[in-house]
């Protein structure tokens, strides 16, 4: 997985790069319906390819769980404060899905926002190898979802434009004026501080895609339920 990945990119945009390329040939299953034995597979709402391995989608429902087996995932970014739903849980035990829940309340409040700790905690969970293939979701998909996709964009120096127009083709027309200020003032230089224990090792000379391991002394234990 590369984690410099161009500024001006956005979601969709851009026909040539190895992202959109690969999202197109996802298309194929994933615009909503498509056959393996007999199984019609359904994509989660707002489903989409974030990077190699990363994921985001709505709240997956049990029609939707032949589909998410294809992806072969080891974990689930959680971003809601609710219990994940008993049908869901047993899905992930019986593939061994590790969930990371963060609880963030979803909140249409001016004055309320996405707790700047609580994204920064996430992320390192996001940017940890070892959990990927992996997916990211909230309730819709848009506001929480799209505010921790947005601050790894800016951990991957895009520009503050492309930030804010993947998170607004995800919002749609319900996009809020506070994430977007949070994306704005999220300081990436702390979560670089919070990762200095992060050993980089790349496999293979001019290699994109680097390993990102924690020292085991160091992981931290959000709400996290294991397998």
Request: one cysteine or more.
């Amino acid at each position: 997985m590369s984690w410099s990945s161009s500024s001006s990119h956005s979601s969709g945009s851009c026909s040539d790069c190895d992202l959109c390329r690969k999202q197109n040939q996802m298309g194929l299953i994933v615009g909503g319906e498509g056959e393996r034995d007999d199984i019609v597979l359904v994509s989660p709402p707002n489903f989409s390819m974030v990077e190699d391995a990363v994921y985001r989608s709505g709240f997956p429902q049990p029609s939707n769980f032949a589909f998410l087996e294809t992806l072969k995932l080891k974990s689930i970014i959680y971003l809601c404060p609710e219990p994940y739903p008993q049908e869901n849980w047993e899905f992930l035990q019986s593939h061994k899905i590790r969930l990371f829940q963060f609880g963030i309340d979803g909140t249409k409040e001016p004055s309320l926002t996405i707790p700047r700790n609580t994204i920064t905690e996430a992320l390192k969970v996001l940017i940890d190898v070892r959990n990927h293939p992996i997916l990211i979701h909230c309730r819709r998909g848009k506001h929480r979802t799209g505010c921790l996709v947005g601050c790894l964009r800016k951990l991957q120096n895009w520009c503050l434009s492309s930030v804010f127009e993947e998170y607004k083709h995800f919002a749609g027309t319900k996009s809020r004026e506070t994430d977007l200020r949070f994306l704005e003032t999220y300081d990436v230089l702390y979560l670089r501080r919070c990762l200095y224990s992060i050993i980089y090792q790349y496999q293979g000379y001019g290699s994109k895609k680097g390993r990102l391991l924690y020292r085991e002394e160091t992981v931290q234990n959000p709400r996290i339920t294991s397998i």
